[in-house]
């Protein structure tokens, strides 16, 4: 078992899905690889529920019930994001105190084709209320507008360090901390609740790494440890396209619907992996994490791959 100096009594690596559907191959294969990381280092595994966006009801009971049926065990209680709250407007009040925050009334057709023009910065929010004098706040409120909450961001840049991908210097720009509804943004919430529960270790889909010097860099702000992060590639379709519902047989219930076990759901993620086994346990004894993969996982879901054991 490997064992790293970040990980003591609190030290815990997690799994944070959105309810927003059933888990897919992709979803599946960075849980057990969350897990994977996080056991063979000794960490606690963690599920927190991510619900402070679009939530489809009884989602979030059939993911658990997914990964358990994968064998994959979790330390505690299963957290919900949205009972968290008020420890995100906690942080928001810590750095509106401290003079790091400011009003944002754009709409996002406004953001949109601000970070779209010809000599506008690429994909970062450009500015535009950064500046905004009393009166011309006073004005915006007059019109009904929703006020969003931004970082009022000291660097245009922050670096980090991946588990796979080395050094990874990204953009930091005034992004939302509380949108106009009042709901805790993702980049906040992420970063408190990951702080609170002890998460040191966070491993997830390579797509979110550009993001990631954002949150690092608020942890920073707020005083908070960075942790460990590890991007791991996603899977795609046969055509190199992110995989989705549409694709066929994506879930673990459409691939026990091809007559699959999840078993051997777990040989076939495995043997993405580089690996021969059927469980998570058995997969433990074998994983090295510098030896995974660094490119996308291709896969045709209307296949059925019967690997490891039989149904």
Request: glycine letters at 8%; proline letters at 7%; hydrophobic letters at 40%.
């Amino acid at each position: 078992m490997l064992h790293d100096d970040a990980s003591g009594p609190r030290a815990a690596g997690r799994f944070a899905p959105s309810p927003s559907g059933d888990l897919h191959l992709g979803n599946l294969r960075t849980a057990l690889l969350a897990w994977l990381f996080a056991r063979s280092t000794g960490r606690r595994f963690l599920i927190r529920i991510e619900d402070l966006d679009r939530v489809r009801p009884g989602a979030a009971e059939r993911q658990l019930v997914d990964l358990a049926a994968l064998g994959l065990d979790w330390d505690g209680p299963v957290v919900r994001q949205s009972r968290r709250q008020a420890l995100h407007h906690a942080a928001i009040d810590r750095l509106t105190d401290a003079g790091l925050t400011y009003e944002c009334y754009c709409t996002r057709r406004e953001i949109q084709q601000a970070v779209t023009a010809p000599h506008g910065p690429l994909g970062a929010y450009p500015g535009t209320c950064r500046d905004l004098t009393d009166a011309e706040r006073a004005a915006r409120r007059a019109e009904g507008r929703p006020a969003a909450l931004r970082l009022r961001s000291q660097t245009k840049e922050f670096e980090i360090i991946d588990e796979l991908h080395g050094r990874y210097r990204g953009a930091v720009d005034d992004f939302v901390l509380r949108r106009g509804d009042g709901t805790p943004a993702y980049n906040l919430a992420v970063v408190v609740d990951d702080a609170d529960q002890g998460v040191d270790q966070v491993v997830r889909g390579d797509d979110l790494l550009p993001s990631t010097p954002r949150q690092a860099y608020l942890a920073e702000l707020l005083e908070l440890a960075i942790p460990r992060y590890a991007h791991v590639p996603l899977v795609l379709n046969a055509e190199g396209e992110r995989l989705a519902k549409r694709d066929g047989a994506v879930t673990l219930t459409d691939r026990i619907a091809l007559g699959e076990s999840p078993h051997q759901v777990v040989a076939l993620l495995a043997n993405s992996l580089g690996y021969a086994a059927d469980t998570p346990a058995e997969l433990l004894d074998r994983f090295r994490p510098d030896a995974l993969p660094r490119e996308p996982w291709r896969i045709d879901p209307a296949d059925v791959v019967q690997l490891g054991v039989d149904p």
